[in-house]
């Protein structure tokens, strides 16, 4: 009886497990145009790194007034940084954004972010 009972745990935690790591990462969120231009790359990083990481569009450009959702791999980092990066190459930065209390943020053009 007891085998049984300590089986059933474990396959519930092993599903449990696997239902996490499926969802992403715990600082998924919307990203949300409101500069008034087109954004042609986003770079995301940790607040505590000197370099930007990868584009997250890829290919896509996020037009003004869209949104995308951004994806993480399982992790626990709090602040991160977000680079939006126009038609013609300028680009304007937000810094320390708690992505783990935030679930949607808003670039505004005027360099403020509305964080919900």
């Not at 602040?79 to 680009?91: G, L, N, P, R, T």
Request: proline share 1%.
């Amino acid at each position: 009886m007891k085998s049984i009972k300590l089986r059933a745990l474990l396959g519930f935690i092993m599903v449990m497990v696997f239902a996490v790591s499926a969802f992403g990462g715990a600082q998924d969120f919307v990203l949300v145009n409101n500069t008034g231009y087109d954004i042609y790359i986003i770079n995301i990083s940790p607040t505590n790194t000197n370099d930007w990481e990868e584009d997250v569009l890829g290919s896509d450009i996020l037009e003004n007034g869209d949104s995308v959702t951004v994806r993480f791999g399982v992790g626990n980092t709090r602040y991160w940084d977000i680079q939006a990066v126009f038609k013609d190459e300028s680009s304007i930065s937000w810094y320390k954004i708690d992505l783990l209390e935030t679930y949607t943020v808003t670039l505004n053009g005027d360099g403020s972010a509305t964080l919900e």
